[in-house]
C-alpha cells in the first residue's frame, strides 16, 4: 500500500518542483502552463488506459492490456486473476464433463429437478425413458412432458420411500422403476429403472405357480374322492390297508390346502387384480372366526375376543377374513394343549389394529424377520405335524400390502408371541 502511494505522488510532487523552480527562473505564466500540461497529460493518460480496461470488460476473453504506469500493476494483477480464473473454470468444466460422462453410463436413467419440478439436467436413458430432448426440455415442467397420472401423482406426493412402477410409458412394453431422492436446497433426483425383463420373468413364475397349482386341484381331487371311497368300504379289513389309506388321505388333503394357498397368493400378487373395496363389518367376522378357531382347535385352547372403537373397515372382505383366520389357525398351531390366544380389535387416533396374541413356543429373534418368506419354517419338524403349509404369513403379508396395512411381529422364545395388522385411519369407518 505504501508503494502505491509513493509511486501515484511521486509526479505530482516533482510537477509541483518543476513548476515552481521555473515561476521563479521565468514567472509565473510559464510555470503555470507546465503544470496544466502536466497533469493533462497524465489525465489523458488515465484516459486511454480507462478505455483499455473498458474494452477488454467488453471481450474479457482477450488478453489484458499493458497499461502505463500505475495502470501496469493494475493490469499485471487483473492478468494473473483471469489466469487463475480460468484455470479453475478449465478444472471444473472437465470435473462437470467427466460427471455427465460418468451419469450418461449409469445403468439408470437420471433427471436433475429443481424445487418447481423443472428439468435442470438429464442423462441419455432419461431421455430414452420419458421421451425428453436435455438440450430442448431444459427448464420445462417435467409434468407437461411425462403425462401420466400416476406419475404425476407420485411427484406431488413427494413421497421417498417406495418406488412407482410405471407401466404406461412411453415406449410399448417398457416397465420402469421410478425413485425420488432428495438432495440439495428442495432439489430432486428422478431415477427411472428399466424393470422390464424382471417383470416379465416374475410374470411367467405366477403363472407358471398358478397354472401348475390349478392342474394339480383336479387329480388332487379325484385322488382324494377314491381314498374316501376305499376308507368307507365294510370289506376293507386289513389293518395297514387302512392305515396306509388315512395317511394318503391326510397328505391328498395337505396338498389341496397347499394348491388352495398357491392359488391364493397367486391372486393376491397379481396387479390386475385390484382390491374389492367394501364396507366390512369385523365384530360380525371375528365372532365367526372365533368360533371357526374353536372348531379347529377342538377344545384343546381357549379362544377370547375383545373389541374396542370402530368395527368397519373398508376393504376387501375375503381377504381380510383370509388373513385374520391365518393369524388364528397359525397361533392354535403353535400354542401347546391348554394355552390360551387372544384376539383383539382396537382403534385409536383414527387406525385400527387387529392382533393375535398367544402363550405359545414363541420364536426366536434371528427369525422374525424371514417369517413372511415362502416355505420358511422356523422348526420344519413341528410344521409338519401341524399341517401347516407355510404360505399363510405369507397371504397375510400380501393382504396387508393391498389394504396398505402393516403387519408387526413380536415375540420371545417361550413366552408366546403377538400379531399386529395396523390399518391406516382412511380404512377405518368411524
Not at 420373468?201 to 377314491?226: C, I
Not at 417369517?371 to 403379508?397: P, Q
Amino acid at each position: 500500500m505504501f508503494d502505491f502511494w509513493q509511486r501515484a505522488l511521486i509526479f505530482p510532487l516533482l510537477l509541483l518542483v518543476a513548476s515552481l523552480l521555473l515561476w521563479g527562473v521565468a514567472g509565473a505564466l510559464p510555470a503555470s502552463l507546465l503544470f496544466a500540461g502536466g497533469i493533462l497529460l497524465r489525465f489523458i493518460s488515465h484516459l486511454r488506459n480507462l478505455s483499455d480496461l473498458q474494452r477488454w470488460l467488453d471481450a474479457p476473453d482477450s488478453s489484458v492490456p499493458d497499461g502505463t504506469g500505475l495502470w501496469e500493476d493494475a493490469f499485471s494483477r487483473l492478468n494473473k486473476m483471469t489466469r487463475k480464473q480460468r484455470k479453475e473454470r478449465e478444472q471444473h468444466a472437465a470435473a462437470l464433463l467427466q460427471l455427465e460422462q460418468a451419469t450418461a453410463a449409469l445403468p439408470d436413467g437420471v433427471v436433475i429437478l429443481d424445487a418447481t419440478d423443472r428439468i435442470e439436467w438429464c442423462n441419455r436413458l432419461a431421455e430414452q425413458h420419458f421421451g425428453l430432448d436435455v438440450m430442448r426440455d431444459t427448464g420445462q415442467q417435467i409434468t407437461y412432458l411425462a403425462r401420466q397420472p400416476e406419475f404425476v401423482q407420485y411427484l406431488a406426493l413427494r413421497s421417498f420411500a417406495d418406488p412407482l412402477i410405471l407401466r404406461e410409458s412411453r415406449q410399448a412394453g417398457l416397465v420402469l422403476s421410478i425413485n425420488l431422492v432428495p438432495y440439495g436446497k428442495g432439489k430432486h433426483l428422478l431415477i427411472s429403472s428399466n424393470i422390464t425383463q424382471r417383470e416379465r420373468m416374475e410374470t411367467m413364475r405366477r403363472d407358471f405357480v398358478a397354472n401348475v397349482s390349478h392342474e394339480l386341484r383336479t387329480p388332487l381331487t379325484v385322488v382324494n374322492g377314491f381314498v374316501e371311497t376305499m376308507h368307507d368300504m365294510p370289506q376293507l379289513e386289513n389293518a395297514m390297508a387302512r392305515r396306509a389309506l388315512n395317511l394318503m388321505g391326510e397328505q391328498t388333503v395337505r396338498m389341496e390346502s397347499l394348491v388352495d394357498d398357491l392359488l391364493a397368493l397367486s391372486r393376491l400378487e397379481n396387479e390386475q387384480n385390484p382390491v374389492r373395496e367394501e364396507s366390512v363389518g369385523v365384530a360380525a367376522m371375528l365372532a365367526d372366526i372365533q368360533h371357526e378357531g374353536e372348531a379347529v382347535s377342538q377344545g384343546k385352547h381357549t379362544i377370547h375376543l375383545n373389541i374396542e372403537g370402530a368395527p368397519q373397515l373398508i376393504g376387501s372382505a375375503e381377504e381380510l377374513r383370509s388373513a385374520f383366520l391365518n393369524l388364528l389357525t397359525n397361533a392354535i398351531r403353535y400354542t401347546p394343549n391348554g394355552g390360551d390366544i387372544w384376539m383383539s380389535w382396537t382403534t385409536a387416533a383414527g387406525q385400527a389394529q387387529f392382533a393375535v396374541k398367544d402363550s405359545g413356543i414363541g420364536i426366536a429373534a434371528q427369525h422374525i424377520p424371514r417369517l413372511t418368506e415362502r416355505f420358511y419354517r422356523v422348526d420344519r419338524s413341528r410344521s409338519r405335524e401341524t399341517g401347516g403349509t407355510g404360505l399363510g404369513l405369507a397371504i397375510v403379508k400380501h393382504i396387508a400390502m393391498r389394504h396398505q396395512a402393516a403387519l408387526e411381529i413380536a415375540s420371545e422364545e417361550g413366552k408366546g408371541s403377538t400379531f399386529t395388522l395396523a390399518f391406516p385411519a382412511r380404512r377405518v369407518v368411524a
